[in-house]
């Protein structure tokens, strides 16, 4: 069954502000009928989110401009523009920009849904520093789970 064809173009997309962060939703679930979805995140120096499962899908990063430190179940990458980065289902990790500018990372999500989490807590106005357990009631509702800090 062929679908529409879905074109953006630079700068279109839903914006989302989540975690204090600036995502762009380019591609959501319902319209790949749940397939993946795809959005582009800015990451300030210094910032990265908490440890965490995913324990549905697998998320691929694409380093567009930046550097980056991940770490995924034990292992620890370095990574800059250009790179990309495929963390398996399951597996613990975060990431964080070590770089000395705002980050920019292309990140898929497959299967898609994610992008869910991110609009409820928006609407919802949950933050880390006050919402913490909010949030983490939240995130098992979407097979994440949050299970420490960064390393550093």
């Known amino acids: 069954m062929a679908g529409e064809v879905l074109f953006r173009r630079d700068g279109d997309g839903i914006v989302n502000q989540a975690f204090d962060l600036t995502r762009t939703f380019l591609i959501r679930s319902e319209d ?16 990265g ?14 380093i567009l ?4 430190r991940f770490w995924c179940a034990g292992e620890t990458l370095e990574s800059r523009t250009g790179d990309t980065v495929l963390i398996p289902s399951g597996a613990p990790h975060t990431l ?4 000395q500018d705002t980050g920019r990372l292309l990140i898929t999500m497959t299967p898609g849904g994610l992008e869910r989490f991110f609009d ?3 609407d919802q106005r949950l933050h880390p520093s006050t919402d913490m357990p909010q949030i983490a009631a939240l995130a098992a509702g ?5 299970v420490g800090p960064s390393p550093d």
């Open 65 to 68: 401009p930046g550097e980056f």
């Open 49 to 62: 989110p908490p440890m965490h499962i995913h324990h549905k899908e697998q998320e691929l990063f694409r």
């Open 96 to 99: 964080k920009n070590i770089g």
């Open 120 to 122: 409820e807590v928006q």
């Open 142 to 146: 979407y097979n994440l789970e949050f």
């Open 32 to 47: 790949t009928g749940s397939a993946f979805s795809q959005w582009v995140e800015d990451v300030p120096v210094g910032i």
